[in-house]
């Protein structure tokens, strides 16, 4: 089952992947160009072997990028929370490639790096610095997350943090899934919302 991994470079796409796959997150930034995982995965009870296909998120790889949507099942669309400019370009950018070369395909947006969120309880877990960055740094907020779900048509919004591998392993059974349902695109929305990093938000 192919499933395509989409967003800005360094967002954290291949740390995701590698988490999931390799069990390790990786400490040196390394650009991708094109890199397929195969991993196997059970889904209520039925055995699936995924495809990732870790796609490189920069302008100069555009073309080639758009050569590899073909036989994509569903599409893993990322943004890191500590960029805003992550979170426009899936608007301005990734979802106008995806229309123009696999319309109609399956959508999950899923917010990286959400350990940057702050868990001092003297703070709240809803906080909108970065731990440890500048004063002022804001994140994307997890209801702007869910919001440009909706306005996109992705059928289910999550966080996680492979750095702490929270999250991690719901992203792909959530993809595998939405890939084996019918379920059209774009319809109304509802949330179920947990309270940690891995918290998701079904479009439905």
Not at 73 to 82: E, T, V
Not at 161 to 166: I, L, V
Request: charged fraction near 25%; charge should be negative; glycine fraction near 8%.
């Amino acid at each position: 089952m192919p499933l395509f991994i989409l967003g800005d470079g360094a967002c954290g796409k291949t740390s995701l992947l590698n988490v999931f796959t390799r069990g390790y997150f990786p400490q040196v930034y390394e650009p991708t160009v094109f890199e397929n995982y195969i991993h196997d995965i059970f889904i209520d009870g039925q055995q699936l072997q995924l495809s990732l296909w870790d796609t490189a998120g920069q302008e100069e790889f555009d073309r080639l990028r758009s050569l590899s949507y073909s036989d994509t099942h569903c599409i893993i669309l990322c943004f890191a929370i500590d960029s805003h400019d992550s979170l426009e370009n899936v608007k301005n950018k990734w979802v106008g490639e995806i229309l123009e070369h696999c319309e109609g395909v399956k959508l999950i947006l899923v917010g990286l790096k959400a350990d940057l969120r702050s868990t001092d309880p003297d703070i709240g877990q809803n906080d909108m610095l970065i731990n440890n960055a500048p004063s002022g740094k804001k994140l994307v907020s997890y209801e702007e997350g869910v919001g440009v779900a909706k306005e996109i048509g992705a059928l289910r919004y999550l966080e996680c943090s492979a750095m702490k591998n929270r999250g991690v392993n719901e992203v792909f059974t959530e993809a595998a899934r939405i890939a084996l349902t019918a379920k059209p695109k774009g319809a109304n929305a509802a949330a179920n919302v947990s309270d940690n990093e891995s918290r998701s938000c079904v479009i439905m």
